[in-house]
């Protein structure tokens, strides 16, 4: 008898460490847009600073461009190895975050993309916040029919992970399917946390080239609502 186990739908996250980006120019680049926009954007953060969004083409032209040939290089990787063939990567938006203590982001997803990403570029040296990500809610009832924690290594085998931490590490670079819903823990250091994140598109080529996407957008028809 022989026994395969096989590992089904198994959702990737890739960590890119030592990205080799000057977080001094980063950094005062982020304390900049913070002082001119002191106000930001809120979405998933309770507290903190988020800056409103860059966008692709503009963003060359700011100290963040090597951020985003750096982003866009190792969503390559991602996309490769995730199966895309034949396409091309888009940033969508890039933002910035300033986490102080007490400050987190709630649960969530990237919606409107295929890749969501984060980099670290300032990193206090203990307790700033952990990147958590979440096994999908309709799986999380499974832990009922578990049983108590003593019954098994719930903490060993990643099929029966609730949630799986990134440490945040000066330089590293994490990327991951933008569906999967993720979270940051309280930060509980003095220091400010800075990390930049962003989201990707995928584009067919097949459909660039055949002009299947639009070409430019059209204005919707005036259809009467009998028509509908
Ligand atoms: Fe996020």
Known sequence: MKLRTE???PTPIWIFDDVPLDNDQI??????????????????NMGGWQSNDFIAPYIDNTPLGDLHHHATANTYTAGDEFGFRDYT???????????????SNHIHTHSGSMFAGVYYAKVPNCCCGELKF???????????YWGCNENFDRHEEAMNFTEWYVQPKENTMVIFPSWLMH????????????SLSFNMHVFSNYYRENEVY??????KPNVPLSLK
């Open 214 to 219: 639009p070409q430019k957008r059209y204005n």
């Open 89 to 103: 990567l888009k940033l969508s938006n890039m933002w910035m975050n300033i986490n102080k203590k007490g400050d």
């Open 7 to 9: 590992h089904l739908f």
């Open 183 to 194: 979270s940051v823990d309280k930060s509980a250091s003095d220091d400010d946390r800075i």
């Open 27 to 44: 950094r005062n680049f982020v304390y900049q847009v913070q002082k001119d926009d002191p106000d930001g954007m809120r979405k998933s």
């Open 134 to 144: 979440h096994r999908p809610m309709q799986d999380q009832c499974i832990k009922e």
